[in-house]
Nanobody
Framework: VQLQASGGGLVQAGGSLRLSCAASGRTLSNYHMGWFRQAPGKEREFVAATNWNGDTTHYGYSVEGRFTISRDSAKNMVYLQMDTLKPEDTAVYFC?????????????????????WGQGTLVTVSS
């Protein structure tokens, strides 16, 4: 599976963006899907994740209530709707896939559990 993230850009504080993650080569139905972000000089941070069928989600503390992760199995896509954006949300955002077979107990929120990564899309929030 190859992952391609898109939808980043420049937005003012308080605005919204929707990131998309397209998968090619294999269905995503066997994977939990996550979004992570990395700001300059900082470690990669968990943002959101959803299980293989989209009925369970987890969010990082700093984005809960503002971001929404979803997936469209028919289109083999995963999305991250980001609302009420803040300057501290500025980062490169990555989508990632974690095998359900290797993570059957819970949706992982650590980077090491995700075996497939997209190339990242830059989100810049101006104040």
């Amino acid at each position: 599976v190859q992952l391609q993230a898109s939808g980043g850009g420049l937005v003012q504080a308080g605005g919204s963006l929707r990131l998309s993650c397209a998968a090619s080569g294999r269905t995503l139905s066997n994977y939990h899907m996550g979004w992570f972000r990395q700001a300059p000089g900082k470690e990669r941070e968990f943002v959101a994740a959803t299980n293989w069928n989209g009925d369970t989600t987890h969010y990082g503390y700093s984005v809960e209530g503002r971001f929404t992760i979803s997936r469209d199995s028919a289109k083999n896509m995963v999305y991250l709707q980001m609302d009420t954006l803040k300057p501290e949300d500025t980062a490169v955002y990555f989508c990632a896939a974690a095998s359900v077979r290797l993570n059957f107990l819970a949706i992982p929120i650590i980077t090491s559990a995700y075996e497939l990564w997209g190339q990242g899309t830059l989100v810049t929030v101006s104040s």
